[in-house]
């Protein structure tokens, strides 16, 4: 049982270029969430999804887009990185409709920087 | 209205000291509020939750005491222990709504000194 897995976990980028974080978990989990986190601003939520197929904006959206094309899978794009997105990048999840369970657990952040 | 404000941005405690943090929101509607651990270069993960209709939670040597009137909560770790150096964070969200997404506070860095 590997919880949340989130690939790469580390990556540097040029400006303008475009990249894929690959979130995946197998706790059978609804919900699916991306956080970033930056020194003294806590974990804002970028994107998050209450099921296959939705997706929904959080706090900090743009310059992101997400896909939630599997159940399991929830993909964070940038289309033209900024060193603006440097930050450690965390996929969460949580709710499975069949326990009830509702704790939100998060995987160990992609560590991304723009340069 | 969507904020968490947490205080302080740092504690050092000495070994056996009590270490408080402090978190304040403004959305009444919030009926969920974690706490958690974040260990260098790991991912946060849940230390104790409390719901608003207890005021106080306990679990070994963490307690949350939560004010309702004063939309107040907060972190007491007792007999703080260096390995409870870390990066705490609280958080708050409408459970039964909007996916459960969760709300951060800015986060406390602990450093207990041996």
């Known amino acids: 049982n590997a919880g949340v897995t989130q690939t790469p976990k580390f990556r540097v980028l040029k400006t303008g270029q475009s990249m894929t974080l690959l979130c995946a978990q197998d706790?059978?989990?609804?919900?699916m969430y991306w956080y970033r986190q930056d020194p003294g601003m806590g974990l804002r939520l970028i994107h998050y999804?209450?099921?296959?197929?939705?997706?929904a904006k959080g706090e900090v959206p743009d310059g992101y887009n997400v896909s939630r094309l599997k159940k399991q899978n929830f993909l964070l794009g940038l289309e033209s990185a900024a060193p603006s997105q440097t930050s450690v990048y965390f996929c969460?999840?949580?709710?499975?409709?069949?326990?009830?369970?509702?704790?939100?657990?998060f995987g160990e952040g992609s560590r991304l920087t723009v340069l | 209205q969507q904020q968490v404000k947490q205080s302080p941005q740092s504690l050092i405690v000495q070994k056996g000291g009590i270490s408080i943090i402090n978190c304040a929101y403004e959305n009444t509607a919030f009926d969920y509020f974690p706490w958690y651990q974040q260990f260098p270069g790991k991912g946060p993960a849940l230390l104790i939750a409390i719901r608003p209709d207890v005021s106080e939670k306990k679990e070994g040597r963490f307690t949350i005491s939560f004010n309702k009137s004063a939309k107040q909560f907060s972190l007491h770790i007792m007999d703080s222990q260096p390995g409870d150096s870390a990066t705490y964070f609280c958080?708050?969200?409408?459970?039964?709504?909007?996916?459960?997404?969760?709300?951060f506070g800015q986060g406390t860095e602990l450093s207990v000194k041996p």
């Open positions: 958080a708050a969200s409408i459970w039964g709504n909007q996916g459960g997404k969760l709300i």
């Open positions: 999804s209450v099921g296959e197929g939705t997706t």
């Open positions: 706790m059978n989990h609804e919900y």
């Open positions: 969460a999840s949580s709710y499975n409709s069949r326990t009830g369970e509702r704790e939100l657990f």
